[in-house]
């Protein structure tokens, strides 16, 4: 009986590692018929357990290909104005507020928390939308972040989960990955 007892617990806990979603979900900026729109993308590629000195044990992820790595400060309520991507690439929001909005569609928007989930993905160039995203930053402190352009204007491989932001709770899952 304690055998028996002691397979179905193991059973169990490989089922809910089974279950814990090991993809990255991540809100990104593109275009459809020449106007910016806020998507909701998860990158085709699965995190990845690494076996790099030390990091060996945790879980890793390759974004993309990038060609360069720009460190920027955001003084506290600046206004970016209305404009483009100035190249497809990532930026980390690693402190501050960032508030994006679409000229367009009044009604979407996003607000990004520097830090954790600070992520997003730029892909919102002139070629593809005509007036771009308006981004503000508001708060009392700075806001830093990496501008990190894909190499080639590379749009990584992904899937499309759904037209607007993702949601707190589809970029939380990455959480789970620390069990």
């Not at 590692?17 to 593109?30: H, M, P, R, Y």
């Not at 806020?38 to 890793?60: A, I, N, R, V, Y």
């Not at 981004?135 to 894909?150: D, F, H, K, M, R």
């Amino acid at each position: 009986m304690k055998q028996n007892f002691a397979f179905s617990c193991l059973g169990l806990v490989l089922l809910y590692q089974g279950a814990v979603s090991l993809e990255f979900n991540v809100t990104a900026l593109s275009a459809q018929n020449g106007s910016s729109i806020l998507q909701c993308w998860q990158m085709d590629k699965p995190f990845e357990t690494s076996s790099q000195p030390g990091t060996t044990g945790t879980s890793l992820l390759m974004l993309s290909d990038v060609s360069n790595l720009t460190y920027g400060i955001i003084p506290p309520n600046f206004d970016g104005g209305v404009h483009n991507a100035p190249q497809v690439q990532w930026v980390i929001y690693t402190s501050g507020l960032a508030y994006i909005t679409l000229p367009d569609d009044p009604d979407t928007n996003v607000m990004v928390s520097g830090g954790e989930f600070g992520l997003i993905f730029a892909a919102d160039t002139a070629d593809v939308s005509e007036k771009g995203h308006r981004t503000q930053y508001p708060g009392v402190t700075e806001t830093t972040a990496l501008e990190i352009p894909t190499a080639d204007g590379k749009i990584p491989e992904h899937r499309l989960l759904h037209t607007g932001p993702c949601s707190i709770d589809e970029i939380t899952g990455i959480r789970e990955l620390r069990l």
